[in-house]
């Protein structure tokens, strides 16, 4: 396998992994603008892009993830609760589904709460074992923090489904499971997010604040302290739903 995590804007972390045997690659959270960098990244590890994955409809900066795929010539997925949403045709997620990349495998889980559309990937490498590795969890659980619940609206219904979807899916996950997050510090899509840009299950469990808190908490305690949303959420919100190219919105 090979794996590279790369700090883009607005504190987002961007992923791109897969198989070099296969020669099959993912391309996670791909942020406007790095598109070159995924298509040379590519060449070097003598790969095609088959895959690209965006883990929700981001609200703080605009997509590559269609215009990657177009170029590439790969799919692009988002969570199927986007179907009738968008105004461009995508490759529908739905919870349990598994991507194949060689021996690189994905499954999704679908896990609503930061947005109604959130999904994390669990990614195993058959070449080391038949084990989960390590999970991306987009902007569900953060290092040292959890994702915003308000952007879509209905925060505290949005709360509640974050807490579940923590503590019924992620959670439940081996301790040694690592854990690697949509955005570190700086980031408007959560509060109190940690300058490391990975973790563990077990880590998180032991030392994240808000996930020691019990389910009510939990929500007046998400709920209370949102940061101010991100600038222009509506009109970069509407480019990754148009699927067009963000020329006008440098983000
Ligand atoms: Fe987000």
């Known amino acids: 396998m090979f794996f590279r995590q790369r700090p883009a804007a607005n ?5 791109f992994f897969g198989c070099a045997g296969h020669q099959m690659a993912i391309a996670v959270d791909v942020v406007a603008g790095d ?3 995924f298509m040379a990244e590519a060449d070097k590890a003598g790969v095609r892009i088959t895959y690209v994955i965006d883990t929700h409809v981001h609200a703080d900066h605009c997509s ?3 215009d990657l795929a177009r170029r590439a010539g790969a799919s692009y997925h988002l969570h199927e609760s986007n179907l009738g949403r968008t105004a461009f045709e995508f490759s529908p997620l739905h919870d349990g589904q598994r991507l194949e990349a060689g021996n690189v495998l994905v499954d999704v889980m679908h896990t609503p709460g930061h947005t ?6 669990l990614v ?6 038949d084990e989960p590795w390590f999970v991306i969890t987009g902007d569900t659980l953060f290092v040292g923090a959890v994702g915003r619940p308000d952007l879509a609206g209905q925060e505290h219904e949005m709360a509640a489904q974050l807490h579940d979807s923590l503590h019924t899916r992620l959670l439940t996950l081996p301790a040694e499971l690592e854990i690697y997050p949509g955005h570190q510090a700086g980031s408007a899509c959560g509060a109190g997010l940690s300058g490391k840009p990975a973790s563990t299950i077990g880590f998180e469990k032991r030392f994240n604040p808000m996930l020691a808190l019990p389910r009510e908490a939990f ?3 998400v709920t209370a302290q949102i940061p101010p949303p991100p600038a222009e959420m509506a009109a970069i919100v509407a480019v990754n739903l148009s699927g067009k190219a963000p020329a006008p919105l440098a983000t």
Do not use: F
């Not at 504190?11 to 992923?15: E, G, I, N």
């Not at 109604?116 to 990937?121: E, F, M, N, R, T």
């Open 35 to 37: 598109e070159d960098w």
């Open 124 to 129: 195993r490498d058959l070449r080391r074992g």
């Open 64 to 66: 590559g993830g269609p």
């Open 11 to 15: 504190a987002t972390l961007s992923y």
């Open 219 to 221: 929500i007046e305690a």
């Open 116 to 121: 109604p559309d959130s999904v994390c990937l």
